[in-house]
């Protein structure tokens, strides 16, 4: 694999997207209705409300806003 071909599968698809509820701009793909992969950022761990961590890997106002992405169309899902 190339560095080109290897950066597009780690990066391809993703948007930004900044939570509904605290702002934290995180990167986000929807590979299918039920995969979702994010890409937070030290900045975004240390804005969100949540405590995140291995019992807690997501931020619930995270999941919803990435939800809403997907129902009004600002995030693809292939």
Do not use: F, N
């Not at 997207?17 to 590979?31: E, N, P, Q």
């Not at 949540?50 to 890997?57: D, K, M, S």
């Amino acid at each position: 694999m190339t560095r080109t071909e290897r950066q597009h599968y780690l990066e391809g698809g993703l948007a930004e997207l900044a939570c509904d509820s605290c702002a934290a701009l995180v990167r986000v793909r929807k590979s299918s209705p039920q995969q979702t992969s994010v890409q937070w950022t030290t900045a975004a761990v240390r804005q969100c409300a949540t405590e995140l961590g291995a019992l807690v890997p997501t931020c619930p106002g995270l999941r919803a806003s990435i939800e809403h992405a997907v129902r009004t169309g600002r995030l693809d899902v292939p």
